[in-house]
């Protein structure tokens, strides 16, 4: 039975680089929400007509018109065998909505929450640099790259921050994604499909661990279903 890995953690706590490993050495799909507007936005069909007409009129997208493109996305042949979402689900009732595409794909879903101390995130996060070719993060704190301001892979992009990676705007976002997740990690929690991992280890050592838990969980679902 394949998975859907829900990634959790604040902005800072290394999901994205998490997720991109699991993206490379088990090689299913890292799904972003963020992404997935996007390239939707610029196709011609009722859907991506749908998301533009609520854009233009300044309304939220909607939880249905949200698991609308995520179905959309995850029914795509790479998503056969499992796929890590990103950025979703942010709320209980989208939780929900994913349990039933969930059940529909005949998928089984696994929470991981990289948790990490604030004081560390407002570091991580306003130190951070992002190559936009690959998507490789840097840190001018933590993790330079070789060359100042440029990405160790790909020697002609400019490594990017974003705008709103400044001290103030920091603690907002913190302070929001913490009044908005924590009903989600109870969620996972009460159904024991949340594993917390602690993001201030190494990376390699965060990763041994998340793939532990994953096996774990499938060898459990495929012993169930034989039943």
């Known amino acids: 039975m394949s998975q859907i890995v829900v990634m959790m953690g604040a902005p800072g706590a290394g999901k994205g680089t998490q997720a991109r490993l699991l993206q490379e050495r088990r090689g299913w799909p890292q799904i972003s929400t963020g992404d997935m507007f996007r390239e939707i936005a610029k196709a011609e069909t009722p859907l991506a007509e749908d998301i533009r007409r609520v854009q233009s009129e300044g309304k939220l997208i909607s939880d249905d ?35 039933k595409l969930a059940v529909e794909q005949g998928n089984k879903i696994a929470a991981i929450f990289v948790d990490v101390p604030f004081e560390l995130l407002e570091k991580r996060t306003s130190g951070r640099m992002t190559c936009p070719v690959c998507g490789e993060i840097y840190n001018v704190y ?22 709103d990676d ?54 459990r679902s495929g012993s169930l279903s034989k039943q």
């Open 166 to 219: 400044v001290p103030e705007k920091i603690r907002t976002r913190l302070g929001e994604y913490e009044n908005s997740t924590r009903p989600l990690l109870n969620y996972y929690k009460e159904s024991k499909r949340l594993h917390r991992v602690d993001g201030t280890s190494e990376l390699e050592a965060i990763y041994k661990e998340i793939e532990a838990f994953l096996a774990d969980k499938s060898e």
């Open 65 to 99: 018109l949200v698991i609308r493109v995520v179905h959309e996305r995850t029914n795509r042949e790479d998503c056969r065998h499992g796929y890590i979402l990103d950025g979703f689900p942010r709320t209980t009732a989208q939780a929900a909505m994913l349990e």
């Open 142 to 163: 933590f993790k330079r790259p070789q060359k100042e301001g440029v990405c160790d892979k790909h020697l002609e992009a400019q490594l990017v921050k974003r705008a």
